[in-house]
């Protein structure tokens, strides 16, 4: 068994819905981590003569109450998580930028340097439920407020941060893993280019199977003695890591990209996409990483599909969504009321739909809202 395979056990132990489908990203994300501190400190692999971060920021969108936070806490939350003390982790519930930055203000006349999540947990992974600014700064419609700040620190690693009263500089390789609520977002900002992408836009189907799963769980207590077992092999994997002395990808990725349609400000994304996975099959001093196993192409291809979503609108796939589980047409009380389970408000179904009416997507009468076209 792989150590992924040893992590979804837990997990369906646990009755998480669709582990399978986000739990490799989950723990892709971890192997980056842990070789990127190791690469940091050896200097095994380098890009254009720079040594690059190899890091997989996360970033999971999904409608309030959809397994955002569930994931996160499973994952990297309290006592009983997945990956218990093996790495250093924090989970916050929401975070600023200041607070992840860090700032420099005075208090009675004296200069008071307030640290950031980045600094304290440099080498950690960072979990952050809702992350407002990241949500502002993706947002099409406020791409311009990029904070060039958050930015390098997501990608090189570099803080530098010049305020009124002096200014902040560090470098920190955390890993971030953050929640945002389904939105049109700009994938080729700057932001974009730094996340990978879960995305959950839930149907009828999943709201039963999700409380079946939930219903399942009840009164399942933790396996202390599973648990301190999948923390040593955890433990014995970050050990292999730290032996490994040379990395390769196989030279054949960019044909497999450009058939893909992957865009080069996405290269650099699917690299650590797929490294991440082949440390998850097994850890050898040479690693060599290439697409050829099933498990590679379908995590490839799901993170394909997730952005092109994305980029279109999550909003506008959820909507459509819903009104296919009804077969094409749906009321528009029928519509409301599954919005609302999704925990939209009134306002923006109502935004929402003029604007998908506009761009011929649906078509509305007074009763019901139609899907325009064939298959989406």
């Not at 797929?274 to 192409?297: F, N």
């Amino acid at each position: 068994m792989t150590i992924l395979d040893d992590v979804l056990d837990e997990l369906h132990q646990r009755h998480a819905y669709l582990a399978d489908v986000f739990a490799p990203f989950y723990m892709s994300s971890v192997a980056c981590h842990l070789f990127n501190l190791h690469n940091q400190r050896k200097h095994i692999y380098f890009e254009g003569r720079n040594l690059p971060s190899l890091r997989l920021h996360l970033l999971f969108i999904a409608p309030p109450g959809w397994s955002k936070t569930y994931f996160l806490e499973t994952m990297i939350r309290g006592p009983y998580c997945i990956l218990g003390n093996t790495v250093r982790k924090t989970f916050e519930a929401t975070l600023t930028e200041a607070g992840l930055i860090g700032t420099i203000g005075t208090v009675n006349g004296v200069v008071c340097v307030e640290e950031g999540a980045a600094k304290e947990y440099a080498d950690g992974i960072i979990g952050v439920d809702e992350f407002s600014a990241i949500t502002r700064m993706m947002n099409t419609q406020h791409s311009g407020l990029l904070d060039t700040q958050l930015l390098s620190l997501l990608d090189s690693g570099y803080a530098y941060k010049r305020l009124a009263h002096g200014k902040i500089e560090y470098n920190s390789q955390f890993t971030l893993w953050g929640g945002v609520q389904p939105a049109r977002y700009d994938l080729t900002s700057g932001m974009g280019r730094r996340f990978c992408f879960l995305l959950f836009l839930p149907s009828r189907q999943d709201a039963e199977n999700l409380l079946t799963a939930w219903h399942q769980s009840k009164g399942i207590a933790p396996d202390k003695g599973q648990l301190e077992k999948l923390w040593r092999k955890l433990r014995r994997w970050k050990a292999e890591i730290k032996e490994i002395e040379k990395l390769e990808f196989d030279e054949g990725l960019l044909e497999e990209y450009k058939a893909l349609g992957i865009y080069p400000f996405e290269g650099t994304l699917f690299d650590r996409l797929l490294l991440g996975w082949t440390l998850l099959k097994g850890v050898e001093k040479r690693v060599y990483v290439s697409m050829d196993d099933e498990g590679a192409r379908t995590l490839v291809n799901r993170e394909i599909a997730w952005r092109r979503q994305i980029s279109i609108g999550g909003e506008f796939r959820q909507v459509i969504k819903l009104i296919e589980d009804a077969g094409g047409e749906v009321t528009r009380s029928k519509l409301m009321q599954d919005a609302f389970m999704l925990g939209w408000d009134l306002q923006q179904l109502v935004e929402t739909l003029r604007l998908m009416e506009r761009m011929r997507l649906v078509r509305m009468t007074k009763e019901k809202v139609v899907l325009v076209g064939g298959d989406r």
